[in-house]
């Protein structure tokens, strides 16, 4: 079932991509005991697009995502990101560019409880010295609809609520990419599809590019593109297609 990746998003051309990774490995350990995370893994993100990624656990995929967001440094390949080489970078530089380029959303909210959801979702901005442009605050405190939350601390919140200030914070800084991991994975069904139908809108209404990690097939129809790995390696790149699709795809690949 597995298709073959276009050479714009996935093969050896990686030009045009806001994230590629070409050739990329990460080893665990050493000797007898060593781990091959990831054994070869070449792929590209294009703007604009949503894709997501899924697995088997133990297949790779978080380490994908860290490696591509410069969470972790790969044992060989190369990861590029919005033309920078990430292994040319040092720590400060990386964490600059983390800072400036990318936004995240994690299984777990987060959020710091001191602050409140205006406050957790500016502070990206606030760290980087940065004022928010105040047009786009109000629309995205509008888009995730805690208008009237805004002033509320994160206990004060339900998980959902906590996880749509997570994504409000992730797109604030309008940055290169988002790289969401499990964001659905702690939140009841009607939650998760509040936060799916946030990052869908994203992509199509603000042309953000966001790159999501889920063990979920529900999750991963959402997105336009699917990579699924097996033992670090890519063995889908191709349309997420719907629900049941990507369904039989994870019982074909095992």
């Known amino acids: 079932m597995s298709e073959q990746p276009t050479a714009a998003t996935a093969g050896g051309d990686t030009a045009g991509a806001i994230v590629a990774a070409t050739d990329l490995r990460r080893r665990y350990g050493e000797g007898e005991a060593?781990?091959?995370?990831?054994?070869?893994?070449?792929?590209?993100?294009?703007?604009?697009?949503?894709?997501?990624?899924?697995?088997?656990?133990?297949?790779?995929?978080?380490?994908?995502?860290?490696?591509l967001a410069g969470l972790d440094r790969p044992t060989g390949g190369s990861v590029r990101l919005d033309g920078v080489e990430l292994a040319g970078l040092d720590d400060g530089k990386l964490t600059q560019l983390?800072?400036?380029?990318?936004?995240?959303?994690?299984?777990?909210?987060?959020?710091?409880?001191?602050?409140?959801?205006?406050?957790?979702?500016?502070?990206?901005?606030?760290?980087?010295?940065?004022?928010?442009?105040?047009?786009?605050?109000e629309q995205l405190i509008s888009i995730v609809g805690l208008g009237?939350?805004?002033?509320?601390?994160?206990?004060e919140l339900s998980g959902g609520?906590?996880?749509?200030?997570?994504?409000?914070?992730?797109?604030?800084?309008?940055?290169?990419?988002?790289?969401?991991?499990?964001?659905?994975?702690?939140?009841?069904?009607?939650?998760?599809?509040?936060?799916?139908?946030?990052?869908?809108?994203?992509?199509?209404?603000?042309?953000?590019?966001v790159v999501m990690v889920t063990h979920e097939a529900h999750a991963a129809a959402y997105a336009d593109r699917l990579v699924v790995?097996?033992?670090?390696r890519v063995a889908h790149d191709g349309a997420a297609g719907d629900e049941g699709d990507v369904l039989e795809l994870m019982k074909a690949v095992g």
């Open 34 to 67: 060593a781990v091959d995370a990831l054994d070869g893994v070449t792929t590209a993100f294009e703007r604009g697009g949503f894709a997501a990624i899924m697995g088997p656990s133990g297949s790779g995929k978080s380490t994908l995502m860290h490696l």
């Open 229 to 232: 790995l097996r033992d670090g």
């Open 161 to 209: 609520q906590q996880q749509r200030v997570a994504v409000a914070r992730a797109l604030v800084a309008r940055p290169a990419v988002v790289f969401a991991d499990e964001p659905t994975g702690n939140l009841d069904s009607r939650s998760s599809e509040e936060v799916l139908e946030l990052l869908r809108r994203s992509v199509d209404e603000f042309g953000q590019t």
């Open 148 to 155: 009237d939350r805004r002033d509320h601390r994160p206990a």
């Open 98 to 137: 983390r800072r400036d380029k990318l936004g995240f959303v994690f299984q777990f909210f987060n959020l710091l409880p001191v602050l409140t959801a205006e406050e957790n979702i500016v502070l990206p901005l606030s760290i980087a010295g940065r004022k928010p442009d105040r047009e786009w605050l």
